[in-house]
Nanobody
Framework: QVQLVESGGGSVQAGGSLTLSCAAS????????LAWFRQAAGWKRERVAT???????RYAGSAEGRFTISRDNAENTLSLQMYSLQPEDTAVYYC?????????????????WGQGTQVTVSS
């Protein structure tokens, strides 16, 4: 059974930083393509950043230059370092995984999701 468990969410003031982590189990981690999504209240789920199994990364425009996605295949962990956080970054952040490439353009078809971790940024 595949499990993705996020941690590291919390409350920060604007301009602050947070690092989210996602621990994966139940599947060979190195074979997974991974992503972070977020969903703010009343909004659709939004792709934030992706990292494929070869280490290639992509970022949404809102995350470019402020967020860094990384993976540690030895520790089976996905991370998202977030800097210069703003109130508009407030959302539930989800870890996602799929063995197939490019599935993160189709969130409804992504195979595995974590339960989410809340990030709240106050002004």
């Amino acid at each position: 059974q595949v499990q993705l468990v996020e941690s590291g969410g919390g409350s920060v003031q604007a301009g602050g930083s947070l690092t989210l982590s996602c621990a994966a189990s139940g599947i060979p981690f190195s074979s997974l393509n991974l992503a972070w999504f977020r969903q703010a209240a009343g909004w659709k789920r939004e792709r934030v950043a992706t990292i494929d199994r070869d280490g290639g990364t992509r970022y949404a425009g809102s995350a470019e230059g402020r967020f860094t996605i990384s993976r540690d295949n030895a520790e089976n962990t996905l991370s998202l370092q977030m800097y210069s956080l703003q109130p508009e970054d407030t959302a539930v952040y989800y870890c996602a995984a799929d063995l197939r490439r490019d599935m993160f353009f189709f969130p409804d078809q992504v195979s595995y999701w974590g339960q989410g971790t809340q990030v709240t940024v106050s002004s």
